[in-house]
């Protein structure tokens, strides 16, 4: 179902494309998402179905994508050790099984 956190992840997307923010998904935010295999319906809180499956995917990898600039960001400003490196990996798996869970759960 697209609830409250698939449209927190959309008004992220939104923001971060120069896109109008108001967490809808309509035809200029699909043209900012990968291409979808049906027509790009509008997707908005309280709807159901599998565009909302697929963008629950789509809007998590988003979300690991952003982390993982983050880790590449401090790693080019601080020198990180093996140590602290093999730690953020380990948070980014946590995110990802979460972010996973939470969206099984929400579907």
Sequence with gaps: MFDASVETSVKDFQQSNGLTVDGIVRPATWAKLPAYREAS??????STG??????????KG?????????????????PLSQIV???????????????????????
């Design 85 to 107: 490196e093999d730690e953020i990996v380990r948070c980014f798996e946590d995110v990802e099984e979460w972010l996973d869970a939470s969206h099984k759960h929400n579907s």
């Design 62 to 78: 988003s979300a690991v994508a952003i982390l993982r600039h983050i880790e590449g960001v401090l790693a080019s400003i601080f």
């Design 50 to 59: 599998p565009g909302v499956a697929w963008l629950q995917q789509v809007m």
């Design 41 to 46: 319906p509008t997707l908005r809180n309280g």
